[in-house]
């Protein structure tokens, strides 16, 4: 039950008030998945320039990454740098430079084309709706994308929309999408487009998940350090998906649960620069901290009834 | 085990995208009461002008309501005028007037001093010590407080922090108050201040309580329709403060319920103008709508395992 991911393998440089990073690995493939790989091997597929650190890509390698599917080309590999606020809330985009990603037409080796969950990182919805094409039968697709892609390939993200499961995106982008500014009826929205279910990313408030059956809450974990909010949410989708793929399960029940390693994922995350906190996140770790979640948000209604 | 709440008895002029209203019945002694009184009887002390609506007075005493502690002063009633932006998640005051609020001291009669669980709304840090003074043996005080009081009154606002057991207030007071932005820091701060816990609340994002042995997070409820989120913050603590009185118990778990309660008076509150919403709330829709946060946030574990 082979879980397959395509996105962008990127080199970032993050300004926040605690340091700095340059070239550090990123990309929503690798966020993806080196927090999905704690729970269930991964394929990648993505393209990387000749200048790319293949050492770090060797070490994901180790954990059960599968980088058959991606490509080396000639040129630089595409690198994205960032500032963030003194509280993080907010980041502007200080430089994006394309290179080999610009492209980028994503080829799935044979052996991936079996893939039965498969994410579709923020990438353009033309080679999302082409990666697609390549999976032969996959039992659950879920896909991010971006405001930029809303804004200017509206039309085939909405066909997009029509062929895949879960729309996992966060909240301005929801509310850009549905044009509605209430994240419940922006969620609706999609759900009335294609999807069967929407996960809603807010951020320090956690994620909202709805469907026809459910909607459900997970909070953002309760950290009094954060290092970097910079590929948070695509932890999410890997600990979401990862998730899914380890059990197959995919009743209303297991999907809260997914919900929940999903929001642990994106906790690590931001507990260190770049990807580098997964590399000491181990299995009990993560068991732990989705514990946490249960301390954090459980409560027993039987208690005190009604007078 | 007698709840008391001392705080403003307002009239109210709110715009929102959805509608107006003039004069309407607010501030934080009713919107505390109309919340808390759905769970138990509660004892008010405040201050009108002999312009406010006695009619509406009348309404909230069938209710269990007893007014017993508001005073009818010569002058007009404190009067709040504000605009909210079209996604309500931000407010302009335009007008405040005192008027007999000025000169507000509170006093309690005495079968108010017997009170066991006390409320000490949003009025001057003096003021809420004054009151304290006044009560014989509260067993559980909570308090509230604004910005205004933070910058203006420090130093007495701090002694008051010494002589509560829980401070109810919202992310931005919380980040005023201790100087830090990170909200779990910022609860820290409060809890080696005095009091034994902290609810801070965040609006559409829920609230989380802090204390010695754990830190709980409520969600708000979902609403795809918002139409005044004045005084929801005050009908929380009303839910939170009448689950405790109504119960006496303050157990941690039973304090997680009494949050839930919380949330779900905060959204009840915002679905209507005012306090109009509490019109026709009974017990059995506000013990559906906490089953409804059950439902919202609860997981299992359990489910899946660890491959």
Redesign the interface.
Known sequence: MSLLVVGSIALDSVITPFGETADDPGGSALFFSAAAAL??PVQVVGVVGRDYPLGALKRLEARGIDLGGVETADGESFRWKGKYS??LSSRETLETRLGVFAGFQPKLPPAFRDAKYVFLGNIDPELQLGVLDQVKAPRLVACDTMNYWIQSKRDVLLQLLRHIDYLIINDTEARELSGD??I??AA?WVLTHGPRGVVIK?GE??A?LMDAE??????AY?????FDPTGAGDAFAGGFMG?VA??G?LSP??L??A??YGAAMGSFAVEEFGIRRFDDVD?DEV?AR??G?????????G??G??
Chains 1, 2 share one sequence.
Not at 214 to 219: A, T
Not at 222 to 226: A, D, G, K, Q, T
Request: charged share 30%; no cysteine.
């Open positions: 729970l269930h003194y509280d500014w209430n419940y009826r609706r807010q408030y956690g909202i459910m909607l459900f809450k997970v909070p309760p950290l009094e350090e954060v998730h380890r059990t399960d029940d297991n809260r649960l919900m929940v299995r068991e989705v514990r979640f249960r301390d954090l948000v459980h409560f027993d209604h208690l005190g009604t007078p």
